[in-house]
């Protein structure tokens, strides 16, 4: 600090906010993503047993790359790569769907059928929608949002 005396004086706080930078590791409230945590709440062994690292989106597979209700997405969870289905995000959506406390989602086969035999949350009733889809995950469900 003793560097920006004198000449340097007016630019003193410059330097005090470069030295004191705020870094977070929480992310911003987006929607899934790349490397964006996700919560497994189904009861597939996978998904509940403990694990040092939480379970990261790796890609999504849709055209602009970001994951909303009912999009699929891969996941790296224990050293594997599994497709999940997102049944929940933090990222406030349109109107009357809920916002979640965590991005929620459910293990998938490749051909669609759920990994598990429970959803343990409460899925948003907008997938009902799409049920040609995702029959056997809401079939798996006990409550709707």
Same mark, same amino acid.
């Given at each position: 600090m003793a560097f920006f005396t004198g !000449?340097?004086? %007016? *630019?003193?706080?410059? +330097? =005090?906010?470069?030295?004191?930078?705020? *870094?977070?590791?929480? /992310? +911003?409230? #987006?929607?899934?993503?790349?490397?964006? =945590?996700?919560?497994?709440?189904?009861? +597939?062994?996978? &998904?509940?047993? %403990?694990?040092? =690292? %939480? %379970?990261?989106c790796i890609h999504v597979y849709n055209k602009? /790359?970001? #994951?909303?209700? &009912?999009? =699929?997405?891969?996941?790296?969870?224990? #050293?594997?790569?599994?497709?999940? !289905?997102?049944?929940?995000?933090?990222m406030p959506g349109p109107r009357m769907t809920p916002r979640f406390d965590s991005n929620n989602v459910v293990l998938i086969e490749d051909n669609g059928n759920p990994v598990g035999t429970r959803i343990k949350t409460p899925i948003p009733s907008s997938l009902r929608q799409r049920e040609g889809e995702f029959s056997k995950v809401l079939a798996i469900a006990q409550n709707f949002v």
């Open positions: !000449l340097w004086g %007016p *630019f003193a706080h410059v +330097s =005090r906010a470069l030295s004191q930078r705020c *870094f977070s590791t929480t /992310g +911003s409230l #987006g929607a899934i993503q790349k490397m964006t =945590r996700v919560r497994v709440v189904d009861n +597939s062994a996978l &998904g509940n047993t %403990p694990y040092h =690292r %939480p %379970p990261r602009n /790359g970001v #994951g909303k209700v &009912g999009d =699929r997405i891969l996941l790296a969870i224990k #050293g594997q790569k599994k497709k999940a !289905l997102i049944v929940g995000h933090r």
